[in-house]
Structures are given as structure tokens and as C-alpha cells.
């Protein structure tokens, strides 16, 4: 049940992420597996499971434009420091949990995860 869970995550988050910036309760735009998953265990899984398949789609964007390199990736990643900010030209790169959010779509979703 969890691949399929995260498979529907991953198909439909940009429609739980727009239900969860307008309210912070599940909506019936939600498919309803993720419906029942929230009923089961809680909006937070879900939430929590969203911002991962974002930081690493977001990861794999970054990768393949270069913006950050392999090496780099992996310097960040063993430093101390978790949350990181990178600006290259105009794009500015968020680092989270080992994730790395491009900044537009991490400040619209980190926004929305922590309405309450």
C-alpha cells in the first residue's frame, strides 16, 4: 500500500499541495487513497511524504542543470549544517533534510505544510 500511496503523491501533488494552501484539512479534490490514508494515518504522513517526493524531484532538477554538482552535493550533504541556501544567478536553492528544494516551489509548499 505504500508504493501506491506514494505513487498517487507523486501523480497528484499538485493538487494536495494546492488543497492544503487553501486549507489545512483534506479536501475531496484528494484522490481517495490518499483520502484514506490521511483518515488512517494522519495529515502529517502524508505532508511529510509529499515534502520528500518534492525535495527529490527538486534534487534531480538541480542535478541534471548542474546547478549543483555531484561532488558538491555530496560535500553539503556530510557538513554539519543541515538547512543551506545557494543562489545561482536567480535561482535560490534551499536545503532541507538532505533534500534540495528549488526556491519558488519550496516556499509555497514549506508554507502550506506548516498552516495549522
Known sequence: ME???DYYLE???DTIIECLMN???PS???PKIILKHIEFYGIENVKKKLLKIIGKNDT???LQKKIVTKKMLKKL???EKIDIDVEYEEIIVN???GKFFIHEL???VWDSLNKK
Open 77 to 79: 550533504l556530510e557538513s
Open 23 to 25: 486549507n489545512s484539512e
Open 95 to 97: 536545503m532541507y533534510e
Open 11 to 13: 501523480k497528484t501533488k
Open 60 to 62: 534531480e532538477k538541480i
Open 106 to 108: 519550496f516556499t509555497v
Open 3 to 5: 508504493n501506491e500511496i
Open 28 to 30: 475531496e479534490d484528494m
